[in-house]
Structures are given as structure tokens and as C-alpha cells.
């Protein structure tokens, strides 16, 4: 079988040079990814890997060409695979996109074998250039991370228009794919593939680098938020139960990343009035690691009445538990019950009840945290590894 993967992932040369121009990452995306492959290597060691990595529009960074690079997503020295850069300005990168993906994907094709692509996200430009070269593959399978009407917050007028028309463009094309690897189930609710072939995989947890292990916790009660610059993500929530902790001992690191500036500097300003909170600047995976083991708890705050919680699944939930570290979040309609064991739930959606239960948390003796913290990474390295979660993707390319 000649699989071809469609993704979101980084080559490290680029990853660098994104951080430095303090550019939009998906880390979360690179890190399943990156799992998911590490997995599907065992079974299929001829991937071939083509890579389309989101990075922040020009002029948001001053870079507006990025080129194609070849690089290696095993690590090793065949750089067989590529990033195929972008003309990086609005609207123009997502035909530059399809164009140079297209052009990828028809150089990786094999006459007399049998062709499967796998393509991560509904991303328009990855769904044409599949669709457009769709009779040359024996089966077509999309990773659905999370369903687009939900992951954007309500803009103006023209951008709603835009995005109900990118909806029509990526139901088009799904109706049109064989299989569909979901992170919800509760996705299939919202996407026209009734009768189509699924696999529910929730996150893949693809290790710990080494150097990390040993990472000695904070002496104060340190909370630690990493999440999108969104109202909806709860951070005004987080900062405001913070700040009704009235005690010197407790820290809050908030790592926000994303475009909207007018988050960032809401949070800037709460910041600023209590010396206790800061703000975490952009920084490599493995450093987030580590701040991960060294904070004493990880918190979640988004709230499940918000309709999207239903739809996709909260990518660092993998990192976070496997960290060893306590994690606070809401019980979410997108978690399985076999999550119970392993994270705080906050009982109630409110401010106070967030506050309590970091409280909670934080007062409970450190061999009370770790135990809970080293069940929960024991759960997620024995049943969310890549060979078990590969497997899944694995049985689904093949059915059929």
C-alpha cells in the first residue's frame, strides 16, 4: 500500500523560525500528528508525508513567501518528505495551498500499487486536492480534529457569509470521501457521512522526550493555563476565580497563543494589576513540557454549555494527564467515561466553583497530587499510545 498523509506538520527548521517570528504554532495538531505517524510507521513504513503547516498571515509576520522544504518526519536522515510552503498573504496562501499540495500529491502517486491518502483536517485546500485527483486512489480517508462552524467565534457580517460557503464547499467534498477518523463520536452528528466507514480515535500521546522526566515542581501553588487568545476558552474565567485567591504562596502562567490581538491585551491588562500572574512568551514543545511538570496544577476552563465542547476533543487533555500533573477542567459531553478517574471536574460552571476547586487541588499533600497525577499519565501511555491508536486507523485504510 502507497500511503500518502495530507497534514499540519512542522519540519524543526521551521518550527524555529516560527517561534522566532512569533508566529501562530498548532502545536497540538503537530503533536498528535506527530503521535499518530509514529503509530502508523510500524504499519505503513513507506509514508510519504506532505506537509502544509499553518503559520500567521504576512503582515501579522513579516515573511510573506515560505518555500518548500524537504525534511524528515521520522527524524531520520531520508528527507523523502515536504513541506511545500506558501504564498503567505490572506485568502492568496489558500489557493497557493491547494496548488503546491495538488502538485505533491500527484508526484507520490504509484502507478500499480495501491494508493491510499490520508489528509488531517477539513481544510478546503486539502479536500480539493484530494477530490480533484480522487479517481487515481483506491480510498480516501479525512482526520475530522474538529468541525470548523464551531472552532471560530462569531464575526462580522462578510466572514460568516465566507465561512457558510466554505461549509457548502467542505460537505461537497465529504460526501465524496470513504472514511472518516473522528475525535468525538458526537461529530458524525454534524457531518454528512451517514452509512460511511468511521473510527473514533480521541487524542494519541506519542512520549516524553528524556530530558524532561526529572523536572522538579515549583515551590509555590502554581496553575498553568495554555490555551487559544478566546474569550470562549474560559481565561477571563481562570484569571478572575485567580485573583479571588487571596493568598501570596499561588502563581498563575497563562501561555496564550493565537491572531486575536484584542484577547492578548485584555489579558495583558488583567495581568498587569496582580504581580502574582504571568504571561509565558512563545516557546519551544519540549520547554512547554516542562513548564507542564513543573506548575502543580493544569487547568482547563472552558465551560461544556458552549455548543462546540460536543464536537471535538481538547487536544492538550493528552499532554496534560500524561504530564503527571493534576488536571482541573468541566466534565465535557466529548469525554468518555473513561476519563472519570483521571481529571478534577469542576461541579458547577461558575467563577467560585473554579476557584474552590483549585484550591482544593492545590491544598492536597504532594503525594496525594503525584499519585493522581502518575495514574493519569499510566492511563494515557497504556491506552492512548500510537500503536494502539494507529491500529484503529489502520484497520480503517484497510477496510473496504
Known amino acids: 500500500m502507497n500511503l500518502i498523509y495530507i497534514g499540519y506538520l512542522y519540519p524543526d527548521r521551521l518550527l524555529q523560525e516560527l517561534i522566532g517570528l512569533k508566529s501562530y504554532i498548532d502545536f497540538p495538531a503537530h503533536s498528535f500528528q506527530t503521535a499518530m505517524l509514529k503509530g502508523l510507521d510500524r504499519i505503513f513504513p513507506q509514508t510519504k508525508v506532505i506537509s502544509a503547516a499553518p503559520v500567521s498571515a504576512y503582515p501579522k509576520i513579516k515573511k510573506w513567501n515560505f518555500k518548500k522544504q524537504m525534511f524528515s518526519h521520522r527524524g531520520d536522515d531520508n528527507n523523502n518528505d515536504v513541506y511545500v510552503g506558501v504564498l503567505n498573504f490572506p485568502i492568496i496562501a489558500l489557493f497557493s495551498r491547494f496548488l503546491r499540495v495538488r502538485s505533491q500529491i500527484r508526484k507520490s502517486i504509484r502507478k500499480n500499487d495501491k494508493n491510499v491518502v490520508l489528509s488531517y483536517g477539513l481544510h478546503t485546500p486539502f479536500l480539493l486536492a484530494v477530490l480533484s485527483l480522487r479517481r487515481h486512489f483506491d480510498k480516501t480517508c479525512i482526520i475530522v480534529p474538529d468541525l470548523p462552524q464551531f472552532m471560530t467565534e462569531k464575526s462580522n457580517m462578510l466572514y460568516r457569509f465566507a465561512k457558510a460557503i466554505d461549509r457548502r464547499i467542505i460537505n461537497f467534498c465529504l460526501k465524496r470521501m470513504d472514511a472518516f477518523v473522528l475525535l468525538s463520536p458526537h461529530m458524525a452528528e454534524k457531518l454528512p457521512i451517514k452509512s460511511k466507514q468511521t473510527a473514533i480515535v480521541?487524542?494519541?500521546?506519542?512520549?516524553?522526550?528524556?530530558?524532561?522526566?526529572?523536572?522538579?515542581?515549583?515551590?509555590?501553588?502554581?496553575?498553568?493555563?495554555?490555551?487559544?487568545?478566546?474569550?470562549?476558552?474560559?481565561?477571563?474565567?481562570?484569571?478572575?476565580?485567580?485573583?479571588?485567591?487571596?493568598?501570596?504562596?499561588?502563581?498563575?502562567?497563562?501561555?496564550?497563543?493565537?491572531?486575536?490581538?484584542?484577547?492578548?491585551?485584555?489579558?495583558?491588562?488583567?495581568?498587569?494589576?496582580?504581580?502574582?500572574?504571568?504571561?509565558?512568551?512563545?516557546?519551544?514543545?519540549?520547554?512547554?513540557?516542562?513548564?507542564?511538570?513543573?506548575?502543580?496544577?493544569?487547568?482547563?476552563?472552558?465551560?461544556?454549555?458552549?455548543?462546540?465542547?460536543?464536537?471535538?476533543?481538547?487536544?492538550?487533555?493528552?499532554?496534560?494527564?500524561?504530564?503527571?500533573?493534576?488536571?482541573?477542567?468541566?466534565?465535557?459531553?466529548?469525554?468518555?467515561?473513561?476519563?472519570?478517574?483521571?481529571?478534577?471536574?469542576?461541579?458547577?460552571?461558575?467563577?467560585?466553583?473554579?476557584?474552590?476547586?483549585?484550591v482544593r487541588v492545590c491544598n492536597q499533600s504532594d503525594e496525594e497530587r503525584r499519585e493522581f497525577g502518575h495514574e493519569a499519565g499510566k492511563f494515557i501511555l497504556e491506552y492512548r499510545n500510537p500503536d494502539i491508536q494507529a491500529y484503529k486507523i489502520a484497520d480503517l485504510l484497510h477496510c473496504g
Not at 476558552?233 to 481562570?238: N, V
Request: hydrophobic share 30%; charged share 30%; glycine share 4%.
Open 202 to 358: 480521541d487524542g494519541i500521546y506519542g512520549g516524553t522526550p528524556d530530558n524532561i522526566e526529572s523536572t522538579a515542581k515549583e515551590k509555590c501553588k502554581t496553575i498553568l493555563y495554555i490555551g487559544k487568545a478566546e474569550e470562549r476558552t474560559g481565561i477571563y474565567d481562570l484569571i478572575e476565580a485567580f485573583k479571588q485567591i487571596n493568598d501570596p504562596d499561588y502563581r498563575l502562567w497563562i501561555r496564550m497563543y493565537g491572531d486575536k490581538k484584542e484577547y492578548l491585551d485584555a489579558a495583558f491588562e488583567s495581568i498587569k494589576t496582580d504581580e502574582r500572574i504571568s504571561y509565558i512568551p512563545p516557546l519551544s514543545r519540549t520547554e512547554l513540557l516542562k513548564l507542564e511538570r513543573r506548575a502543580t496544577v493544569l487547568v482547563n476552563p472552558i465551560r461544556p454549555s458552549q455548543t462546540f465542547t460536543r464536537y471535538y476533543f481538547p487536544s492538550k487533555t493528552m499532554e496534560f494527564l500524561a504530564s503527571g500533573t493534576p488536571t482541573i477542567m468541566y466534565r465535557l459531553d466529548c469525554l468518555s467515561k473513561e476519563y472519570d478517574k483521571y481529571i478534577h471536574y469542576i461541579p458547577e460552571q461558575t467563577v467560585e466553583s473554579l476557584r474552590q476547586t483549585i
